[in-house]
């Protein structure tokens, strides 16, 4: 068993498509291919499923996948140890959903990359459900959600903002001007929502429910660039943190509705696996991501 095979079975379970990890180990794709077979032919087990140039890692690979990162960090570690330079090395993997991916994150990743140009980032967008599956499952080594203060077995979790959401229309909606609201003015609305497994789509929809609301119709998104601009063309109400709503609402593009949110507190929040080894690239990045969220405050 080579370092190399190891190597390209972690970029290939991580990326998890052949194309791609022939171009980030600067092979051609039958390398990656030749080197999969050698590696399951040697343990005597199939480690992923092949479904044209996306794969699909199985049992066997997934727990085989947890053995080779503490490989390769313990590597790194030993690498950083003794480079001469003193330059911090390794390659992290961040995920994200969509919406800190677009209005939290940029500042970070540009701030972090740099500081630490021995450090390669892999950027991976995953939608809200698949986020902590992916630090279970070892393909991410940080990831980033919108969600509720909730402690979870398994997975460390440190809140860097507060979030503030609202219910946004055009202003020329008919309940922009209304002062007050009540749960009964909303009947027959349509509201533009996040796609299913968003916390805080199911926030809003749960308290809905407890109010006893109905008779509405809900569209759903995968994107908030989106959301916004089909509520201000007025194709219905929309629920969004204010990050990605402040300049719409400067320029008087959107308005908020007299809606109480706060009964549950949202905020960004950063996780890792709590027996992930915490390696120099993964400490710094945590570090720049508390100082990066503190001066945007």
Same mark, same amino acid.
């Given at each position: 068993?080579?370092?190399?095979?190891?190597?390209?079975?972690?970029?290939?379970?991580?990326?998890?498509?052949?194309?791609?990890?022939?171009?980030? +180990? @600067?092979?051609?794709?039958?390398?990656?291919?030749?080197?999969?077979?050698?590696?399951?032919?040697?343990?005597?087990?199939?480690?992923?499923?092949?479904?044209?140039? &996306?794969?699909?890692?199985?049992?066997?690979?997934?727990?085989?996948? =947890?053995?080779?990162?503490?490989?390769?960090? /313990?590597? *790194?570690?030993? +690498?950083?140890?003794? &480079? +001469?330079?003193?330059? %911090?090395?390794?390659?992290?993997?961040?995920?994200?959903? *969509?919406?800190?991916?677009?209005?939290?994150?940029?500042?970070?990743?540009?701030?972090?990359?740099?500081?630490?140009?021995?450090?390669?980032? %892999?950027?991976?967008?995953?939608?809200?459900?698949?986020?902590?599956?992916?630090?279970?499952?070892?393909?991410?080594?940080?990831?980033?959600?919108?969600?509720?203060?909730? =402690?979870?077995?398994?997975?460390?979790?440190?809140?860097?903002?507060?979030?503030?959401?609202? $219910? $946004?229309?055009?202003? /020329?909606?008919?309940?922009?001007?209304?002062?007050?609201?009540?749960?009964?003015?909303?009947?027959?609305?349509?509201?533009?929502?996040?796609? +299913?497994?968003?916390?805080?789509?199911?926030?809003?929809?749960?308290?809905?429910?407890?109010?006893?609301?109905? @008779?509405?119709?809900?569209? *759903?998104?995968?994107?908030?660039?989106?959301?916004?601009?089909?509520?201000?063309?007025?194709?219905?109400?929309?629920?969004?943190?204010?990050?990605?709503?402040?300049?719409?609402?400067?320029?008087? /593009?959107?308005?908020?509705?007299?809606?109480?949110?706060?009964?549950?507190?949202?905020?960004?929040? %950063?996780?890792?696996? !709590?027996? &992930?080894? %915490?390696?120099?690239?993964?400490?710094?990045?945590?570090?720049?991501?508390? !100082?990066?969220?503190?001066?945007?405050?």
């Amino acid at each position: 068993m080579e370092l190399r095979q190891l190597k390209t079975f972690h970029t290939l379970a991580t990326t998890l498509n052949f194309t791609r990890a022939a171009e980030v +180990q @600067n092979y051609v794709p039958s390398t990656v291919t030749m080197q999969m077979k050698s590696l399951e032919d040697e343990l005597g087990v199939k480690l992923v499923d092949r479904l044209g140039k &996306k794969v699909a890692l199985t049992d066997a690979g997934r727990s085989f996948l =947890g053995y080779v990162d503490h490989i390769l960090c /313990e590597l *790194e570690e030993a +690498q950083y140890a003794v &480079k +001469q330079s003193g330059e %911090m090395t390794g390659t992290l993997t961040i995920s994200a959903d *969509e919406t800190l991916c677009t209005y939290r994150l940029p500042a970070v990743l540009r701030r972090f990359r740099l500081r630490y140009p021995g450090v390669r980032l %892999m950027f991976r967008p995953l939608s809200t459900p698949n986020l902590k599956q992916s630090l279970r499952e070892g393909s991410a080594d940080i990831i980033f959600m919108l969600d509720e203060m909730k =402690g979870e077995t398994g997975i460390c979790g440190e809140k860097v903002r507060d979030e503030l959401f609202y $219910l $946004l229309v055009a202003p /020329e909606h008919p309940l922009a001007s209304q002062t007050d609201l009540t749960i009964e003015d909303f009947n027959g609305e349509t509201f533009l929502l996040t796609e +299913q497994g968003c916390s805080y789509r199911m926030f809003f929809e749960r308290s809905l429910s407890q109010k006893a609301m109905g @008779n509405i119709t809900e569209l *759903e998104f995968n994107s908030a660039e989106a959301i916004k601009e089909c509520a201000k063309i007025g194709m219905g109400i929309a629920i969004l943190p204010e990050m990605a709503v402040a300049a719409e609402l400067n320029r008087g /593009e959107l308005v908020p509705l007299p809606w109480d949110l706060t009964a549950v507190s949202f905020a960004s929040q %950063m996780f890792w696996h !709590e027996e &992930k080894w %915490m390696s120099p690239a993964i400490e710094a990045f945590l570090d720049l991501t508390r !100082e990066t969220f503190l001066i945007q405050s």
